[in-house]
């Protein structure tokens, strides 16, 4: 499922390929990925602005529209965004749901074999109202290890569900989690606020470090992930735990467990340096 670095790869390359383009018109072909629109209030309100900037927030891309209008797409397991040069038409297959056609003659569609991504169509008060339940940018300067002290000291939970709570903190999901937390040396299932200070800036400082590093790589390739240009990221080759079960541990050599007893997702962890 695209991260933080695999949607910042998505929002950068986006960016550089259509901010100032105009949209000329929308063609939805499967609209259950549509959210807070319906293929035909897209079109109307989409249609003659221009694309001002792409960005990320949390593991969604926005794009800010001329028109005050936001379109955020969020690509949850198999969606992807792709730039096509020329005019595209849409051949048997094919698992673009939606394509905008924009005035240069070139086209931007949303693809998703499974469905599970979104698109949605937000306004300011409808956008300030989403962005309002995501919790900060890990990688922003204002991110301190205070700041992160202070979201995750209180909780009860497993740290490592409590680093993929977007509410807590954005961006983050079960790769990043288990890859900071095995540089971390803690162990994942331990609770939030048992951590110690050491341990909480220790871990601060990884979490950053790890996402930092994947965005230079642009991000980790997994099942259909791919960047607007069909590519694919190189982060994979540097995880440590992510994938390797029952392989040895690089730091102490004991073999790597995994477990799915941490909201249901696939959890690998050192038995012997992660305490
Ligand atoms: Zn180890």
Redesign the pocket.
Known sequence: MPELPEVETIARDLDAAVAGAVIARVRVYRGDVLRACTPRTLGARTAGATIERWWRRAKHAVADLSNGERIVISPRFTGAVLVEAAAWTRGRHDYTTLAFSLSDGRAMRYRDVRRLGTVSLLDPAAFAAWEARLGPEPLDPSFTAKAFAARIAPSRSAIKAVLMDQRRIAGIGNIYANEALWRARIGPSRAAHSLTPVERRRLHREVRKVLAEAVAQRGTSFRDYQDPHGGRGGFLASAKVYGRRGQP?A??G?RLRATHAIGNRITVW?P??QR
């Open positions: 541990c730091r102490c004991a050192c012997r340096c």
